[in-house]
């Protein structure tokens, strides 16, 4: 929880006033969004769009002022977490099931800080599996397509039932193995007819703060 903590807080302190922040998903994200909250209460002047319902309900509590995305065209900095972070900052996004909106936010950012433990860190992705976000239509099918690929598809279930994304559709979880060329395989799961968006995001980081158990944290 500390090195979550340590990564999320530091990542808040390139915050300024008057800028647009994109609020990432997930338990390192929280601390991102908590630490944001405070410093709204002693003044800072932000406003944020939220990465999923379950980010949107918090910054509501928090009383973090929140913007639609569609009435703005860009965002300063996003902070959001991720499940790994290679050496050259490609990510695998979506243990949660929010990566669809995650990259949407991501690709309006100017900034992107990606905050995460060291047990994210790899040399190579692929050690978890890659969350697609696909439509409930025909998805047994789809799925299938996946496989051909090169993976094992695993459909989420949460609950005794096909986990459902905030977007109303399913999330396949993909053991590819080690990922040798992520781009190439971006490219080839997106094309498949059913898949909305997929976990792998290449090269959309801009900072990468890695934190430890002892409270320090690496910027790179
Ligand atoms: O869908 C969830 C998001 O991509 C999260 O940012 C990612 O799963 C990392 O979450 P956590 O910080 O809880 O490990």
């Given at each position: 929880m500390e090195s979550k903590r340590a990564a999320a807080e530091k990542a808040v302190e390139y915050i300024r006033n008057g800028m647009i922040i994109g609020l990432g998903t997930?338990?390192?994200?929280?601390?991102?969004?908590?630490?944001?909250?405070?410093?709204i209460k002693d003044g800072l002047r932000v406003k944020a769009v939220a990465t999923s319902i379950h980010t949107e309900n918090l910054?509501?509590?928090?009383?973090?002022?929140?913007?639609?995305?569609?009435?703005?065209?860009?965002?300063?900095?996003?902070v959001d977490g991720a499940d790994e972070v290679d050496d050259e900052w490609n990510l695998i996004k979506g243990g949660g099931g929010a990566h669809?909106?995650?990259?949407?936010?991501?690709?309006?950012?100017?900034?992107?800080?990606?905050?995460?433990?060291?047990?994210?860190?790899?040399?190579?992705?692929?050690?978890?599996?890659l969350p697609?976000?696909?439509?409930?239509?025909?998805?047994?099918?789809?799925?299938?397509?996946?496989?051909?690929?090169?993976?094992?598809?695993?459909?989420?279930?949460?609950?005794?039932?096909?986990?459902?994304?905030d977007n109303g559709n399913y999330i396949v979880d993909c053991d590819f193995g080690s990922i040798g060329q992520p781009r190439e395989l971006h490219t080839a799961i997106n094309s498949?007819?059913?898949?909305?968006?997929?976990?792998?995001?290449?090269?959309?980081?801009?900072?990468?703060?890695?934190?430890?158990?002892?409270?320090?944290?690496k910027e790179q």
């Open positions: 997930g338990s390192t994200a929280y601390w991102a969004i908590q630490k944001l909250g405070i410093n910054a509501k509590e928090l009383k973090i002022p929140l913007i639609s995305i569609s009435e703005i065209e860009e965002i300063d900095i996003t669809l909106r995650e990259k949407i936010v991501a690709s309006m950012s100017k900034e992107l800080i990606i905050v995460v433990d060291e047990s994210k860190k790899v040399n190579r992705l692929g050690k978890f599996p697609v976000e696909i439509v409930i239509f025909n998805y047994e099918n789809t799925q299938k397509k996946l496989s051909t690929l090169g993976c094992v598809p695993q459909l989420r279930i949460r609950d005794n039932k096909p986990f459902l994304t498949i007819p059913g898949v909305v968006e997929n976990g792998l995001f290449i090269k959309m980081a801009t900072k990468v703060i890695i934190g430890y158990q002892d409270g320090s944290v």
